[in-house]
């Protein structure tokens, strides 16, 4: 009699094939599901910064953003949110009078963190469209600290944005989270 199919032992083989490739493949996905959080963060504030520059111009006001966690203060830390708002008497505070343009929040995974000539609270620019004398770097990071993967946007005080390559800086030195 001829009988086809598996053995168990065969079936177990494959088992256990599939349960190594699988297991070598969640942590790479992982990492590939965060990179993919951070560079659509960096796109986000690239977009904002943008559209703040453009409001300022076209409402012939400051524009300022700030940190915020509630979208409708500013405060908090940057990596909670942002709000963008017309600042009508450019002090970078929003006060009762003054329209929120947009807010948002981050990804809980990632840390941001503005670092600046100035202040580091707010990012203010002017109806001409550029900034306050403000240059400066936001830098994103993964909450468990893998360094190849942040990403910085490096705002110029002309208000002009770039985004360096994943997992470096403006200069081309490696990012350093933490």
């Not at 001829?2 to 177990?12: D, V, Y």
């Not at 400051?62 to 949110?81: F, L, P, R």
């Not at 002017?126 to 360094?147: D, E, I, W």
């Amino acid at each position: 009699m001829n009988k086809s199919g598996f053995t168990l032992i065969e079936l177990m083989v494959v088992i256990a094939i599939l349960a190594i490739t699988f297991s070598l493949s969640v942590p790479a996905y992982k990492d590939l599901q965060l990179r993919q959080k951070i560079n659509g963060q960096a796109n986000q504030l690239f977009s904002i910064i943008y559209l703040a520059r453009s409001e300022a111009i076209k409402r012939s006001t400051v524009v300022t953003i700030c940190k915020s966690g509630n979208g409708q203060t500013c405060g908090a830390e940057w990596s909670e949110g942002w709000l963008m708002f017309a600042d009508q008497d450019a002090d970078g505070t929003l006060d009762p009078l003054e329209n929120i343009i947009s807010a948002g929040l981050l990804d809980s995974q990632i840390m941001v963190n503005w670092s600046a000539f100035g202040s580091d609270n707010y990012l203010r620019l002017t109806p001409r469209g550029m900034t306050m004398s403000q240059n400066g770097t936001f830098t994103l990071c993964p909450k468990n600290g893998n360094a190849m993967i942040a990403r910085t946007v490096v705002v110029s005080k002309l208000a002009r944005v770039r985004l360096p390559p994943m997992g470096e800086d403006d200069g081309g030195t490696p990012i350093v989270c933490g």
